[in-house]
């Protein structure tokens, strides 16, 4: 976007918020009636326009009405405001929060923010105890609430969603743990495995991403409410009271600390890049299966789009979206860490641009991982073509070599030697090892005998894989088994 326009009241970000059915920003020209005082004049319409976020933090409005019902909970329990103070403070946080709820809340974009517009409205409304309610509190420990508050129900909400994909991934690798497909490296055929075990592969990845998302809950969940602006406050506020009223452990124990940081938004993005990176992967697999040169699986129409102009097309667009969706989340993760990078301490405005990109991360992953568990249940795999691809490009060639060493007693490097030359051997005749005869088999290595042909099928192949976290049906079948009992109910990770 260029530069706003001079003078109008409804800036680019106002314009985008009000599609959203709120009404637009109101106009206002005079200095901001929260912290006004020493100002004369309002600001110019470019600084206002590069000072605001209500267009964007208004998203955080649930967060911020309840760190401001716990903040005048306790500055009532100490008495520092009355009882018949906070109980209008409550009665008037209800029905804004209702305003907003009903899309009516008169969002002004002179008030900057979500906490001024709250607080500003809330005095408009109950006048004088709405004035009291910023006592002992700034706008950067209740900025640095808000967004603890709303990182915290993200997580909450994405690790739904992970253990709902992970659902769809185990409920169909237990109907096609003895579906062999190939199993491949450098994407070049390398052994037979199955598709149960293939999409468990994505399930132990999701699991270890709803755990990093664990983790930095745990890690974050300490409230910086009576921060104050960076120092603390002389007030005589209980901050153990406001954390556990808001579902933290405990208070943050350094203010400074508690204002400047933001490493809890940044470990957030992390895991979520992570998890997006993992599902990205599953997609380009889903790209790659479901095009006519491999034909592994197909989508139904409700995970594809046809063309406009080529009828016989039926592209896989959801997964290239959850593949491409990887970027912007990424990309939100650098972005903060640059924003954070060199940032003295303790506030600066900076890290108001902490927040389009956390939004936009958390709404991008869970549009993502809900494509994925509706692609994953809409799959449909050609199980006759994973067949014949599974016994394609000599991938029974290392159970060859593994059968050399079993029953000739060969060292491994030259029953690698003596297979690589029966691949060759193979391979100018047009055959599959299991083609060539015990004759030309012989030629290389004259003990061989004809039990090697119960090795040489992909099914031999996947069944003998049986070691632990092995390809093997039964044991695919057994850690499939596993996964349901875990995630049934309690969504519980296995750890
Ligand atoms: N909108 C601000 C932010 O997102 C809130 C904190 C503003 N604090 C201040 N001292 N100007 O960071």
């Not at 976020?53 to 409005?61: A, N, Q």
């Not at 809950?217 to 960076?230: I, K, Q």
């Not at 009271?241 to 993005?269: C, H, K, Q």
């Not at 009828?311 to 997964?319: G, V």
Request: hydrophobic share 40%; charged share 25%; aromatic share 6%.
């Amino acid at each position: 976007m260029g530069l706003p326009p001079p003078a109008g009241p409804v800036s680019a970000r106002g314009a985008r918020s009000s599609a959203t059915g709120n009404p637009p920003f109101v106009s206002d020209k005079s200095s901001n009636s929260q912290w006004g005082g020493r100002y004369a004049e309002g600001p110019s319409a470019v600084m206002q326009a590069i000072n605001a976020s209500i267009g964007f933090d208004r998203k955080m409005w649930r967060q911020d009405i309840r760190g401001s019902l716990a903040h005048a909970a306790m500055l009532a329990h100490v008495g520092i405001i009355s009882g018949d103070d906070e109980a209008a403070i409550r009665a008037g946080l209800e029905s804004i929060a209702g305003e907003i709820e009903r899309g009516e809340f008169p969002f002004s974009e002179a008030l900057e923010d979500i906490h001024m517009n709250v607080e500003a409205r809330l005095t408009e409304r109950i006048g004088e105890a709405g004035k009291r309610l910023h006592t002992g509190r700034s706008r950067n420990d209740q900025v640095a609430l808000d967004v603890r508050l709303w990182v915290r129900d993200a997580i909450d909400g994405l690790d739904a969603q992970i253990a709902d994909c992970m659902r769809a991934l185990v409920e169909r690798a237990a109907e096609h743990a003895g579906t062999v497909m190939p199993g491949f490296t450098h994407l070049q055929p390398a052994q037979p495995t199955t598709l149960g075990h293939h999409l468990l592969a994505y399930t132990e990845m999701l699991s270890r991403d709803r755990g990093r998302l664990r983790d930095a809950r745990v890690r974050m969940n300490e409230s910086p409410l009576g921060a104050a602006a960076l120092c603390g406050t002389g007030f005589p506020i209980d901050r153990h009271m406001t954390a556990a009223a808001l579902g933290f452990d405990g208070p943050t124990r350094n203010s400074l600390d508690s204002v400047a940081s933001r490493d809890y938004a940044i470990e957030f993005l992390a895991a979520c890049a992570i998890c997006a990176t993992h599902l990205s992967r599953l997609a380009e697999e889903l790209v790659i299966w479901t095009s006519p040169y491999f034909g592994f699986v197909r989508l139904s129409d409700a995970y594809t789009t046809g063309s406009s102009i080529m009828p016989q097309k039926r592209n896989p667009d959801a997964a290239e979206l959850v593949r491409a969706k990887t970027g912007r989340i990424a990309g939100a993760l650098v972005g903060l860490l640059t924003v954070m990078k060199g940032l003295p301490l303790t506030y600066g405005k900076d890290m108001q641009e902490d927040k389009e990109g956390l939004f936009d991360a958390a709404a991008s992953l869970s549009l993502a991982l809900a494509a994925t568990a509706g692609m994953v249940r809409d799959l449909q795999p050609d199980v006759a073509r994973l067949r014949e691809a599974a016994g394609a490009g000599f991938s029974t060639a290392t159970d060859l070599a593994d059968w050399l060493v079993r029953e000739l007693k060969l060292p491994f490097r030259d029953a690698h030697h003596v297979t690589g030359k029966l691949v060759a051997a193979a391979e100018r005749r047009g055959l599959d090892l299991s083609g060539l005869s015990l004759e030309e088999l012989r030629a290389e290595e004259p003990r061989i005998h004809d039990g090697v042909y119960g090795v040489l099928s992909v099914e031999a192949s996947v069944a003998s894989r049986t070691s632990f976290g092995g390809t093997a049906p039964a044991n695919v079948a057994e850690a499939a088994a596993l996964w349901t009992e875990q995630l049934r109910d309690t969504g519980e990770n296995p750890a």
